[in-house]
């Protein structure tokens, strides 16, 4: 009990200080007065203390088939951290940040091409935006895409070398996908492979959709001008943490469909096998 209470708050803190860290590390010539960010903060260590101190699942899918949310939570982690030192070195320059600055500023210009997710990304913002602005944001969506694309990789290794998530233990589908439910009617692998095929074509398109749906909204609401640091971080790693995360999702789904298959292949043969053993000669 003693280990479940410390670890549930371990990732609690842990996760509060992913959601800090743009004011933490940003200088008072940047940060934002307001205490909303430290009340989301403790809002979700709170969550995800409740989520992890109990026994059964609620809401966090693959709770016990590390290292699926480390990744997550690292790529989100290391997305946010290199984005706020990227703007720090607006007004508080560092060798650290002009070195962040720099690559992103390389990747941003490579990846810009037409119908590109970066081309979408700097679309998206009002045609008032200034030249700085447009550079800001395609840096740091260069720099956010790279490492959303090496999270994918990097999960893609796991599950297709390292043969995540049995490497560890038997896999328990109940614990580690509370939202679905098995008994809900149909071929549960038919199922997993259908919502793996729709999560992974979800988040190759979201990089596009997720533009042009708020530019298509500027005309009813206020457009996104991404002025505000905290508002660009932010909404540049959601940009490209939700898309990877969906599509290691949807990689994870296949793999199950894929065990659950080959387990009950294996099923079969022994039971044909058995059956002909029985059979007199």
């Given at each position: 009990m003693i280990a479940?209470?410390?670890?549930?708050?371990?990732?609690?803190?842990?996760?509060?200080?992913?959601?800090?860290?743009?004011?933490?590390?940003?200088?008072?010539?940047?940060?934002?007065?307001?205490?909303?960010?430290?009340?989301?903060?403790l809002i979700a260590c709170f969550l995800t203390f409740i989520e992890y101190n109990s026994n059964f699942p609620s809401i966090i899918e693959f709770r016990d088939a590390a290292p699926f949310n480390r990744l997550r939570y690292v790529c989100l982690l290391v997305t946010i951290i290199l984005l706020t030192l990227i703007l720090k070195q607006k007004v508080s320059p560092s060798v650290l940040g002009g070195a962040m600055t720099s690559i992103g500023t390389i990747l941003g210009n490579a990846m810009d091409f037409p119908f590109s997710p970066v081309r979408m990304i700097v679309l998206m913002?009002?045609?008032?935006?200034?030249?700085?602005?447009?550079?800001?944001?395609?840096?740091?969506?260069?720099?956010?895409?790279?490492?959303?694309?090496?999270?994918?990789?990097?999960?893609?290794?796991?599950?297709?070398?390292?043969?995540?998530?049995?490497?560890?233990?038997?896999?328990n589908v109940w614990v580690n996908l509370p939202l679905f439910d098995p008994t809900a009617g149909g071929d549960v692998i038919y199922r997993l492979q259908r919502d793996a095929r729709i999560n992974i074509a979800l988040g190759f398109l979201l990089p596009f959709l997720i533009p042009a749906v708020v530019k298509a909204a500027a005309d009813l609401l206020d457009p996104i001008t991404l002025q505000n640091p905290h508002t660009q971080i932010w909404t540049v790693a959601a940009w490209a943490f939700l898309p990877a995360s969906i599509i290691m999702r949807g990689i994870a789904m296949g793999k199950i469909a894929e065990m659950i298959e080959e387990k009950r292949?294996?099923?079969?043969?022994?039971?044909?096998?058995?059956?002909?053993?029985?059979?007199?000669a």
């Open positions: 479940r209470i410390s670890g549930a708050a371990a990732r609690g803190i842990l996760v509060a200080l992913l959601i800090a860290t743009p004011a933490l590390m940003l200088p008072d010539a940047l940060n934002d007065p307001s205490q909303i960010t430290m009340l989301v903060a913002l009002p045609e008032s935006a200034s030249d700085a602005l447009v550079t800001s944001v395609r840096t740091s969506a260069g720099m956010a895409y790279l490492i959303s694309l090496i999270s994918m990789g990097a999960f893609l290794v796991l599950v297709r070398i390292m043969n995540w998530p049995v490497r560890q233990g038997a896999f292949r294996r099923a079969y043969a022994d039971e044909a096998e058995k059956d002909h053993g029985l059979q007199p």
